[in-house]
Nanobody, 121 residues
Framework: QVHVVESGGGLVQPGGSLRLSCVAS????????MGWYRQAPGKQRESVVV???????IYADSVKGRFTISNDSAKNTVYLQMNSLKPEDTAVYYC???????????????WGQGTLVTVSS
């Protein structure tokens, strides 16, 4: 029904930048909410930044001032610009899209497969 695919991960040195992209495709009428999450080795998945259905943007304290979320609603795409990366940002990053299906107007929560970000010298 709905597919969510992330891209843009990779290896970057401390202080560097990366931009992640996430595209949702399928029977989508609109995107209700979106967000980026991450899971570091041995740790639970945590929220990095979300845009709620009310339009609020909520960043984790650990990424405030360094990460920026943006989206292109016409393309069903959300981006995560990550600057001043630190080794502790190393994790698999997941995109979440909560969409309204065009077939029945119901909500659907889609997750991508994850993209690995490694910050290391």
């Amino acid at each position: 029904q709905v597919h969510v695919v992330e891209s843009g991960g990779g290896l970057v040195q401390p202080g560097g930048s990366l931009r992640l992209s996430c595209v949702a495709s399928g029977i989508i009428r609109s995107i209700n909410a979106m967000g980026w999450y991450r899971q570091a080795p041995g740790k639970q998945r945590e929220s990095v930044v979300v845009i709620t259905n009310a339009g609020s943007t909520i960043y984790a304290d650990s990424v405030k001032g360094r990460f920026t979320i943006s989206n292109d609603s016409a393309k069903n795409t959300v981006y995560l610009q990550m600057n001043s990366l630190k080794p502790e940002d190393t994790a698999v990053y997941y995109c979440q899209m909560i969409v309204v299906l065009s077939t029945n107007y119901k909500f659907f929560e889609g997750w991508g497969q994850g993209t690995l970000v490694t910050v290391s010298s």
